[in-house]
């Protein structure tokens, strides 16, 4: 079973899967700063200086100054900010991927739509001359 294993894992599928794993894992931390750092401050101050990381709805109808405080006494809540942040973070990932897949896909085209280049013709006179030999030959 061990080697069963072994070979399912080394093979190139599961090597190359587990590379764009650990790289989407790290693209993904990527994104998310670029949304909650710097992209939704703009947009927050835009929109009167909302902050999206607080914008929440507490269950319990109390009023709470930020999502921390809400968190500290133990309010449950529906963090439709973060989800926000979340959604924005998912549709640029998104996009990226369909960027790549379909450079991806412009390049495997250009292979399918390379045709081997006919050999060159040869000049009249050597194919006079293999005629020639091919009669002398017989």
Do not use: H, Q
């Amino acid at each position: 079973m061990l080697n069963e294993f072994k070979k399912f894992a080394m093979r190139g599928n599961v090597v190359d899967l587990a590379v764009g794993f650990i790289l989407g894992g790290a693209f993904s931390t990527i994104v998310s700063s670029l949304v909650n750092d710097i992209l939704m401050p703009p947009i927050g101050l835009l929109m009167g200086g909302v902050d999206f990381t607080n914008l929440f709805i507490a269950l319990n109808g109390e009023e709470y100054v930020s999502l921390a405080a809400a968190r500290e006494a133990g309010a449950a809540t529906i963090n439709y900010g973060i989800f926000i942040n979340a959604v924005i973070s998912f549709v640029i990932v998104a996009f990226a991927l369909f960027l790549l897949i379909k450079a991806m896909n412009r390049m495997e085209d250009k292979k399918k739509d390379e045709v081997p280049a006919a050999p060159p013709a040869k000049p009249r006179n050597e194919e006079l001359l293999e005629e020639i030999r091919d009669l002398l030959k017989k």
